[in-house]
Each structure stands twice: as C-alpha cells, then as structure tokens.
C-alpha cells in the first residue's frame, strides 16, 4: 500500500539542518536534549552538533556576545520538527509535560497537529506530525489550513508506550520566518528558490515543494516593515536547504545570479541570503 504520508526524501527541495547562534550554549544545549530527546553528536570550542542517530539537526555555534533578537526584527518564528507518526506526537506530549516546562500553544492545522514553546532564549519551536496527505486538500483540490485548537485528550490517548528521545525517522520539517513584507518573500522563496506556494494565511505565505503543506513559511505578524537583521543576533543563523538533484539546484542559483543576488561557494554548499539577511545554504 502506498505510503499515505509525505516523502520528504523525494521532494525536489527540503529542509535539513538549522544552525542556530545562542549566548548560552551549554544551557540552550541541554534543553534541545531534555525536551527533544536530541543527542550531542559533535562537538568543538565554538559550537555544539545535535541530532539523532548519525543524523545532525540543529547545530548551535556559541556566542555570549550576542544581542538578544527583538520580537519584532526579522528572523525565526519558529523551527519545526516533524515526528512520524500521531503517536510519536503524543508521546512527546506526555514527556513534555512530565518535565513541568511550559506551552505556547496546541493547534489543530487540519494538515497537521502541532504544539508550541520557546527554547530557554526565546527561539521559537514546533513539534508537529502530518495528518495524511489525502486530507490536506479542500474540495478544490487546493491544501487548506486553518488554526484550531488542539484537540488534546484525542492526541494522548493515540499514544502507546513511552518517549524514548526523538525518532530516527524524525526531521525538520519545516522552518518559520519572521519577515517585513509577503510579497518580497514570496518574490525570493517562490521566484528564486522555486518554492510552490501552498497556502497564503491571514498575513503568511507558505511555501511547499513537491506538494508538501510548506517547508518554509513567511509571516509578518509581528514583524511587519522589518528591515535586514543587524549582525551579532542572537537566534536564526543558517537554514540549510537540500535539492533532489543538480538540475534544481543549478537553476537556483542561476535565478539567484540572473538577480543580482551574492553567491558564495563553500565546499559543501552554496551559500546565500533572503531579503532579510537570513543565509541559506543550498547543498545536494
């Protein structure tokens, strides 16, 4: 039977790592293992690997420095990991509020289910699993999300058994920006990146590739006119996205340069930035 769930690994882009910046690494470190079951899979004087298996996550790099991002500057909104099952979802639930640690919020998304916090310095965090692909669509065939509440006795009671750290299947599924204008999002994830709009949403753009609900999302809710982020923030640093192959990132980055944006080659990757500032690092 067919797999009645998205299949990121065939999407033609997605989301793999995210680096954060943080001042207190080895507190904001110690939390992402608490709360997500991460583990450390390396680590050096300037920064700290997460993940699971031997698959990294989310990278934190060390700066005490830093300033404390503002709520209404652009950057992160929030980052979301993705569980694959319901049941997963509801046994993290159960961790989660075992450890006492504070909610945002619990929402139904019709595509999905989802509950909200914040790491220890105010990084926005989702954990969510997918409902299946078949009930994402409206009777005109478009993906069709909303924001309800949580139905929250459902969900635990979905859950057998007992959290044992993050899946190995688990990812990042998506990340959520914070941005000044939709329009100048949508002219750079859809028109340079070659991200499909799934959904527009009361003040957000989300973005899909291969049909999925979004792998990026864009709203100005709180950031609204927001300018490029300053250097020496602290929070979103890099969002690592991977193309399926080398036709979709060679037409990327020809957009990209046909637009007089800067790219800057690395050994692994090809970086470049949103309107905004945010680096993105475009690998196979």
Known sequence: MENAFFNHAEAPLRIGKVHLRVRDIDTVAAFYERAMG???????????TLGVGEKPL?????????RAAHHREAGLFHIAFLLPQRADLARW?????????PLAGASDHLVSEAVYFSDPEGNGIEVYADRPVTEWRDGRGQIHMATHPLDTPALLAAGQGTWAGFPTEGLIGHVHLQVGDTGV??????????????????GASFF??????????????NSRGADVRPEGVAGLETIEIIARDTTTRDAILGRAEHAGITIHNE???????????????LRL
């Open 208 to 221: 899909g590739s291969g049909g999925y609900h979004h792998h990026i999302a864009a709203n100005i809710w």
């Open 38 to 48: 991460l583990t450390p899979l390396e680590r050096c004087a300037s920064g700290i």
């Open 93 to 101: 639930l159960e961790h989660f509020r075992a450890l006492g640690l």
């Open 267 to 281: 050994a692994t990757s090809t970086l470049l930035r949103d309107p905004w500032g945010t680096c993105l690092a």
């Open 185 to 202: 999002a949508e002219g750079f994830y859809r028109d340079i990146l070659g991200f499909d709009i799934a959904s527009r949403y009361r």
């Open 58 to 66: 989310l990278i934190l790099h060390a700066d005490p420095m830093a």
